[in-house]
């Protein structure tokens, strides 16, 4: 019976594991190994390797994740003292602002309005560091004067 090689051969590798327990299908090296090569978990279906792999993975995604929910929560606070209702900026934008090592130490960076009187987007934001943002938006709160606000933006202690 003519079937498709690549689906046929996962499925008589996955029958054979069931028959020999001293083997076992690795859905990722595509192929059966050794069962110590698997932890002794019955359900896993990567070996041990592919396991840790996923692991690191998932923790990678997650921990770039939480930076960016961090910076996005400040930016929202942000924008109610600002007056904006809306923001254009999305988790995209900001993993394009930033470099993993900025992500990695996303306490130490906020991102602001260059205009606080438009709504932040991609074009109006600036990474700036965590530690200057409480002053810029001090200074906004008492002057309202948007030359002296992207005046601070310029000022050296804000680059990095
Ligand atoms: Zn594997």
Redesign the pocket.
Known sequence: MARKKGKSAIQLAKQLAKKDKSIRF?R??NKL?PIDQFSPSETRL??R??LRESVRLYRRVNKAKRAIDNIRIRCWVDKKIFGQTASALSCQDIRDMMTADQLNEFSKYSIVPKDPTQQISRSNAQLIMAKCRQYLISCWKVTRDLAQYQHILQLPQFQF
């Open positions: 690795c990722r090296c190994l990567l070996c390797e592919h």
